[in-house]
């Protein structure tokens, strides 16, 4: 399993962007996927995750500001992201079982 993550950048406080995680190796509607966090300085923090069957957990702070969900056409897991914070900024990465895909930069400007 190999996961690529895309979509981080450098958006202003109060605007939205999509991350996604493309998946290959396996079927992306089986199995629990994730996303995860790590600010310069801080550890790694799950941010949300979604299982199998498709229930979804967030990490308090992003609640209703994120969503996690698959795409199932594109064979990926996507981190939809509004409302974004300076404090949401970190490297974010997707992590499958023990597989971890590279980390890709969300800067959030105040």
């Known amino acids: 399993v190999q996961l690529q993550a895309s979509g981080g950048g450098l958006v202003q406080a109060g605007g939205s962007l999509r991350l996604a995680c493309v998946v290959s190796?396996?079927?992306?509607?089986?199995?629990?996927y994730a996303w995860y966090r790590q600010a310069p300085g801080q550890q790694r923090e799950l941010v949300a995750g979604?299982?199998?069957?498709?229930?979804?957990n967030y990490l308090d702070s992003v609640k209703g500001r994120f969503t996690i969900s698959k795409d199932t056409a594109q064979n990926s897991v996507l981190l939809q992201m509004n409302d974004l914070k300076p404090e949401d900024t970190a490297l974010y990465f997707c992590?499958?079982?023990?597989?971890w895909g590279r980390g890709t930069l969300v800067t959030v400007s105040s």
């Open positions: 979604i299982t199998h069957g498709g229930i979804t």
């Open positions: 992590q499958y079982r023990t597989t």
């Open positions: 190796g396996i079927t992306v509607s089986r199995g629990a």
